[in-house]
């Protein structure tokens, strides 16, 4: 859980360094964690994980706005209602979740396979993440 929670607050995983991105605002991940040394794209198609994650959370919170909005209005809401009600959680918030699913990612992915010893730095060897 402390992996995943790392993962939600823009932390490595491993360490729990908080300085991955370059700048906020230009979503710009480091390669490499400036701690303990991991490197984030640990395989060919990493990213692509991280855009899965962004998609789900995104097509889910569409969903949800949809359905509160049948249930709070009623189902003879027009269509151009709910998209009034949508669009903006469809639009704005894949673009301030993506440095979070990139993180996250990083942190499931940390949780299904586990750094090597050569992947992090000396001093960081003796963290299991769990």
């Not at 490197?39 to 706005?65: P, Q, W």
């Not at 959680?89 to 050569?118: C, Y």
């Amino acid at each position: 859980m402390k992996v995943l929670w790392r993962g939600l607050t823009l932390a490595c995983g491993v360490c729990g360094s908080r300085t991955l991105f370059r700048k906020w605002g230009m979503f710009t991940m480091v390669d490499d964690c400036p701690r303990c040394g991991l490197h984030f794209e640990r395989m060919d198609g990493h990213s692509l994980g991280a855009v899965a994650v962004n998609t789900m959370t995104s097509s889910a919170l569409v969903l949800t706005v949809v359905a509160l909005a049948l249930v709070i209005i009623g189902t003879d809401a027009s269509t151009s209602t709910l998209l009034l009600l949508a669009a903006p959680a469809g639009l704005i918030f894949p673009i301030l979740f993506d440095p979070v699913s990139r993180t996250l990612w990083n942190a499931i992915e940390l949780l299904m396979r586990p750094p090597q010893a050569n992947e992090i730095r000396k001093e960081f060897r003796h963290i299991k993440v769990r």
